[in-house]
């Protein structure tokens, strides 16, 4: 999207605050100084994002994986949630849910509500018109409907994580109020959110995959990163051409934010391949990201998911890669709306990918040396290869089921 563009996130951002009844709104018109907070919040956590990533991760496909070896099924979004949870509190605020009580257990369900009642109101449901408009669509929410758990989650990040709201004071000249409420804006609606719109649909995709994608890339993870977790990092993702590539083409078939409002802060054009637009200061422009990725101009067949689209040559693709509301080769910085993660998402995603992968192996070589294929047969690993005749199914439901 064009830089001379104003961004919403003021608007939305107020919105937001309905935990808080609307208060501590003051310092949020300067947005460059939040989008800087925030870049800078996560500069702070890259030197503990990677562990904290592959710590909880391997907990998460422990818990599903037992859970399928007892019951045969996990409802394994539930258990990625909690994942998210805690690896965002622990690698972003510094703080970690299990020392309170308040937010251990509660943490994700208060998220989802927080969000789903900012949500609602946009969200398209096309059933029993003109009811949806008139009673779903037409109003805010009551903020008393999730106060009780925004406070919760207030007083945690209060508490537990002083170093970033210091920093925020501190660097940034907010107030201890505008950190808190604008780190849980960063957790809850940027980060939680916007992974557990994504990691579902890559999961899926990669589960239900019939080309042999999955053989192909358990075969580049076995080869470049071996089946250990320990020499993980960012650097070592930048030879998987093959599993960067599916991550950025699941980003580009299934952007998870789909729209971006923005108010044109100047007088410009907008150019298209064939046409010129003339944009006038103040007025309301929506980028619908599908369309933008589905560009025949751009994509050879862009409406087919294609795994190796951006191996190679193809790289060259990632200038019209949108996802995060800037093409992949751009910075985001305070001058840009660009999404403040874009790397830390895609490589964040491509080692959840490689991580799963070693799993898969590492399971399926325990059940070939004990000799206990059937019984392994219904882990989330063996039933996600189609190696001992498992296999894995995503339902409607993110449901993990063993047969
Ligand atoms: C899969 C996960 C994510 C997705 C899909 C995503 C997507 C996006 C998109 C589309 C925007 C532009 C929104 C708009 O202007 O309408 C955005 C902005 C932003 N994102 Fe992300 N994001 C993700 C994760 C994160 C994480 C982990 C952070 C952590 C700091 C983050 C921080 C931000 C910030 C601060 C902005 C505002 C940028 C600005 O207004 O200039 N995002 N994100």
């Given at each position: 999207m064009p830089r001379n563009i104003d961004n919403p996130r003021k608007w939305i951002q107020a919105r937001t605050m309905l935990g808080k009844g609307f208060k501590g709104l003051k310092s949020i018109d300067n947005s460059r100084t939040l989008k800087n907070f925030s870049l800078d919040i996560l500069k702070r956590s890259s030197k503990v994002w990677v562990a904290e990533l592959q710590a909880n991760l391997d907990k998460f496909f422990d818990t599903v994986e037992s859970e399928i070896s007892t019951n045969g099924t996990s409802s394994f979004f539930s258990h990625l949630q909690t994942f998210l949870f805690y690896f965002l509190c622990k690698s972003l605020l510094g703080a970690d849910p299990a020392l309170d009580p308040a937010v251990a257990n509660s943490g994700p369900l208060t998220i989802n509500l927080w969000l789903g009642l900012q949500l609602l109101p946009t969200v398209p449901v096309l059933a029993f018109q003109p009811l949806v408009e008139i009673f779903l669509h037409s109003y805010t929410y009551p903020s008393a409907l999730v106060s009780g758990g925004y406070q919760k989650l207030y007083r945690f990040i209060e508490q537990h994580g002083k170093e970033v709201v210091q920093r925020g004071e501190q660097e940034f000249g907010l107030s201890a109020s505008d950190s808190i409420n604008n780190l849980i804006f960063t957790l809850g609606f940027n980060a939680f959110g916007g992974f557990s719109l994504f990691l579902p649909t890559l999961i899926g995709t990669i589960a239900s995959d019939k080309t042999g994608l999955q053989a192909r890339l358990s075969d580049e993870v076995k080869q470049i990163c071996g089946s250990s977790s320990s020499g993980l990092s960012f650097d070592s993702l930048k030879g998987m051409e093959l599993v960067n590539s599916v991550v950025y083409e699941t980003l580009r078939m299934n952007p998870p934010v789909q729209l971006q409002y923005a108010r044109a802060r100047k007088d410009f054009q907008l150019a298209s391949h064939d046409s010129a637009f003339d944009i006038k200061k103040g007025e309301l422009l929506c980028g619908y990201q599908p369309m933008a990725m589905r560009d025949s101009n751009v994509f050879d067949e862009p409406e087919s998911f294609k795994p190796d689209r951006f191996v190679g040559k193809g790289k060259e693709l990632l200038n019209y890669l949108f996802w995060s509301n800037g093409p992949q080769t751009g910075s985001p910085t305070e001058s840009n709306k660009q999404c403040a993660a874009k790397d830390f998402v895609t490589m964040s995603a491509s080692l959840i990918v490689t991580r799963m992968f070693q799993r898969i192996d590492r399971t399926c070589r325990r059940a070939l040396n004990s000799g206990k294929e059937k019984k392994e047969r219904n882990t989330f690993s063996t039933n996600?290869?189609?190696?001992?005749g498992g296999w894995f199914r995503q339902t409607g439901g993110y449901l993990v089921s063993a047969h």
């Open positions: 996600f290869l189609p190696i001992h």
